[in-house]
């Protein structure tokens, strides 16, 4: 909101609107690339776990569905973003190729929303692959502290 604002009321514009949807189009493919990736990878701890009701997967488990959720929303967004990307470029450009005005202002504001989304699922992402794959503390990037010599 607070960009949209900003691009909005200092009438702001998107230098090179093409390269952007470009991106965000690009972004879309990755994030729905990477849910069905876990979505496969939720499978396997499912078959991992069994018929049993408890698990010792079960906070991986709450890691891979909120992180499912996140490259859900995030695609959708990016869809948003393209479409409105789209219609700017048809509707309100400059002789130069500026995307000015409200479809600018929209597209810098979904486009920054994403861009959030999109550093919070890394880490996330990496966390799930550490826990799921036991990667070693000495390596996983989550211990802090001196490294034991050897």
């Known amino acids: ?38 979505s496969t990878l939720r499978l396997k701890v499912k078959e991992w776990s ?13 890691m891979l569905d909120e992180t499912a959720a996140h490259l859900l929303t995030g695609s959708l967004l990016c869809a948003f973003d393209v479409a409105s990307l789209v219609v700017g470029m048809n509707v309100s450009v ?26 919070l699922l890394v880490p996330r992402l990496y966390s799930a692959y550490v826990e799921i794959n036991d990667v070693s503390p000495e390596l996983n990037g989550f211990v802090s502290g001196p490294r034991k010599r050897r």
């Open 1 to 38: 909101m607070v960009v949209f604002l900003l691009m909005w009321l200092r009438k702001g514009h998107l230098a090179a609107p093409g390269a952007l949807l470009t991106g965000v189009a690009l972004l879309a493919g990755g994030m729905l690339s990477a849910f069905t990736h876990l």
């Open 50 to 62: 069994g018929a049993s009701e408890t698990s010792r997967y079960e906070v991986e488990k709450g």
């Open 94 to 119: 400059t002789k130069e190729g500026h995307l000015f005005g409200f479809w600018a202002a929209l597209s810098a504001a979904i486009s920054s929303y994403v861009l959030v989304i999109f550093v």
